[in-house]
């Protein structure tokens, strides 16, 4: 199996975690109730879409990550700049931040998460090898 193709599993695989996590997470603890029943109600269906949400700018990062054969720091540079083009997407359809509190600050943390998956990813890849530094033979 290629680097890249193991890179695009890696970073889909940590993105659908980590999208699950920070959409699961809040519902689960949220105590309000609205006309379809109480929020922690739809745990379920947060972690799905959380699954679904952040595999694929995972696997982004990940095929990225594989294909221009980043070391830790270009790696997480990668996934930090995969969420800011999450968050400018996000602002770019119409996202008010006063009024959308929850989902600003879902779009806020993408930037230091995407960084995570990409500095992983990279560690991950890159056992044994030492692409930060250029070699001179």
Not at 19 to 46: E, H, I, M
Not at 115 to 127: E, K, P, R, Y
């Amino acid at each position: 199996m290629g680097r890249p193709v193991l890179s695009c599993i890696l970073g889909g695989v940590a993105g659908a975690v980590g999208g699950a996590l920070l959409l699961g997470v809040p519902t689960y603890f949220d105590s309000r109730s609205g006309f379809l029943g109480s929020n922690s109600d739809w745990t379920p269906v947060a972690v799905a879409m959380g699954l679904v949400l952040g595999g694929i700018p995972g696997a982004v990062i990940g095929l990225l990550v594989g294909l221009t054969n980043a070391g830790k720091a270009r790696g997480a540079v990668i996934g930090a700049g995969i969420g800011l083009i999450i968050l400018v997407i996000l602002f770019a359809l119409g996202l008010n931040p006063l009024l959308d509190r929850e989902i600003a600050l879902m779009g806020l943390s993408s930037i230091p998460v995407g960084g995570v998956i990409g500095l992983l990813v990279s560690a991950i890849t890159n056992q044994g090898r030492n692409t930060d530094k250029e070699e001179v033979i």
